[in-house]
């Protein structure tokens, strides 16, 4: 039997349920994504502050199906017949830059003591948490332009690379090992698509007459597919993140072409209504502020983290997008690449366990990636608004 506090689980539902209320709210003045509030709140109901909420096991596993949903959806939302071409060159291109710099810039912290791990900070700081940024895109209307599918494709490269890096790099197994176990999971995974395709195929007016009926074929379908993926890819010692992002693109090729609407507003009410914010709440009942705050050397570390975010994804976006966009967009993919958070948390959870990560770093890169998610977001949505407008999506040169 597993033990449940009844009282850390409830006090996590209302804790998110809060933040959606204060952020609808604020929203008519403000923009604040809704991840900040529940994080915030997170902390506030943890043991640093109130001591309302603990994660044990059963919330630690509503958290880990949370994260795994998060990553589906950003999984979901790359559509690669969109990207294909120039955003996805200068995508992959711009990141293999930003880990450069974040190995280099690590390399420097780590001289001087202030980490112990560059592989582990730099690995944190090259991230972009485009799962998170989907529904600010979404509801600011970005996601349909021109900026939106070099945003797309840049924020693809910065959560599909990290997670390639937490497969290969951060596992106790050989190089050699890990690289046969991740093709033996693509080739496992090609399989589940190519099924997945086939079987919508076949089966999608099944799927379509039951979406408003109890059944829910279509939603049961898709969950059992992320769950799969995910089970694999743990069972495999591969990452969960890579089972859900993986799940989310097999849907997407098995979608294409078909009206989804519904499909995907009742995914995003499974994903966002209830498994998601379990993950960021609890990340903000587990944050160490203590260890933050009770050195102010350390607390510097915050504002550092932050402006090496921006430096790390930002002077990527403003070099190597010349050609396609004008320095005010550019500037805005800067500052939209530099918003992190769910692999920031991943990552310092690792590299904390394995003793690769003092808790007073991890906390200023945790720290850092909510700021960089309340204001960098903010901040690229008021570049845009005063560009050019661009409503047509970039095409896709070969």
């Known amino acids: 039997m597993v033990s449940v506090d009844s009282e850390s689980f409830l006090a996590i539902v209302i804790a998110a349920a809060v933040a959606a209320l204060a952020a609808g709210m604020l929203a008519r003045r403000f923009l604040v994504p809704v991840v900040v509030l529940e994080i915030a709140l997170g902390i506030v109901i943890g043991p640093e502050l109130l001591g309302l909420a603990e994660p044990d096991d059963f919330v630690e596993f509503f958290s880990s199906l949370g994260l795994g949903m998060l ?3 950003a999984g979901y939302e790359i559509d690669f017949q969109r990207i294909r071409g120039q955003p996805l060159r200068l995508a992959a291109l711009g990141w293999a830059l930003s880990l450069l710099l974040a190995y280099a810039l690590g390399g420097l912290l780590a001289m001087a003591g202030v980490v112990l791990s560059l592989v582990f900070v730099g690995s944190a700081m090259a991230t ?20 939106g599918t070099y945003l797309l494709g840049a924020g693809a490269m910065g959560e599909f690379g990290p997670i390639l890096l937490i497969t290969l790099v951060f596992s106790t197994k050989g190089a050699a090992a890990n690289a046969a176990i991740l093709l033996a999971f693509v080739l496992l995974a090609v399989l589940a698509g190519i099924f997945a395709v086939r079987s919508v195929g076949h089966a999608w007016d099944v799927f379509e007459r039951t979406l408003e009926t109890s059944s829910q074929l279509a939603i049961r379908f898709a969950v059992v597919m992320v769950f799969a993926l995910a ?13 859900g992002f993986v799940a989310g693109i097999i849907l997407r090729l098995a979608l294409r072409g078909r009206e989804v609407e519904v499909l995907e507003s009742k995914l995003t009410a499974v994903g966002y209504g209830f498994l998601i914010p379990f993950f960021f709440v609890v990340s903000g009942i587990k944050l160490d502020i203590g260890a933050l705050t ?9 504002p550092l983290f932050l402006a090496l975010f921006l430096v790390v994804r930002g002077v990527p976006a ?4 010349r050609s396609v966009l004008d320095l005010r967009d550019r500037a ?20 904390v366990e394995e003793g ?3 808790a007073s770093t991890a906390a200023g890169l945790v720290a850092a990636a909510i700021l960089s998610t309340a204001i960098y977001p903010i901040v690229g949505l008021r570049l845009r608004a005063s560009a050019a407008p661009d409503p047509e999506p970039a095409a896709a040169p070969g």
């Open 356 to 358: 690769h990560m003092r």
């Open 71 to 73: 990553f589906f959806f």
């Open 128 to 147: 972009t948490a485009i799962g998170t940024l989907i529904p600010i895109l979404s509801d600011a209307g970005e996601l349909k332009t021109r900026f």
């Open 318 to 321: 403003l070099l190597l997008y």
């Open 332 to 351: 805005a993919l800067a500052f939209f690449s530099a918003t992190e958070l769910p692999l920031v948390v991943a990552i310092t959870t690792i590299a």
């Open 231 to 243: 089970a694999l890819a743990a069972s495999l010692g591969l990452d969960l993140l890579l089972g």
């Open 294 to 302: 009770a050195d102010p050397i350390q607390f510097l570390k915050l």
